[in-house]
């Protein structure tokens, strides 16, 4: 994964990584930054209005719980499926918090990136010892007709 940003040194600066690998890098170091105070066995909800702060606190432009829309033969449906966050508009964050991933939650990213169009995505689980070990990076799979 190579070396973490050092977020200490790019709080309240405007900070707007072109480079979507830079962008994945700064959020996984927050996410490993808040695991390492927090811990495992916190609510999914509070790791993720942790990440939103400290994503925000480095001049980054967070969504919360951003709707995704389906569209099915022309129509919008509203499902009510929610993204946990979006970075930048560019970059899916799912926050999970058990004991194992299953194969459904990585499906879940993978919709969400589609419904939005995006091209990248973190799924992170916090229920775990070492966080970094539960951090997939997942990039949309574009296929041709």
């Not at 927090?38 to 993720?48: I, K, M």
């Not at 589609?114 to 574009?142: A, C, Q, W």
């Amino acid at each position: 994964m190579g070396a973490l940003p050092d977020l200490a040194g790019v709080r309240n600066q405007r900070l707007s990584p072109s480079n979507i690998n830079e962008l994945t890098r700064v959020v996984i170091g927050a996410a490993i930054k808040i695991h390492r105070r927090l811990g495992p066995g916190v609510l999914e909800s509070s790791y993720e209005a942790c990440l939103a702060y400290e994503l925000t606190a480095l001049g980054l432009r967070v969504e919360r719980q951003k709707p995704v829309p389906l569209i099915y033969e022309g129509v919008k449906l509203d499902c009510g499926f929610r993204a946990d966050l979006v970075v930048e508009g560019r970059l899916v964050v799912e926050l999970k918090c058990k004991d194992a991933l299953h194969p459904v939650d990585h499906l879940q990213l993978l919709s969400h990136l589609r419904l939005l169009g995006l091209p990248v995505g973190l799924l992170v689980n916090f229920h775990v010892t070492v966080l970094k070990d539960s951090i997939t990076r997942m990039v949309k799979e574009y296929r041709g007709e």
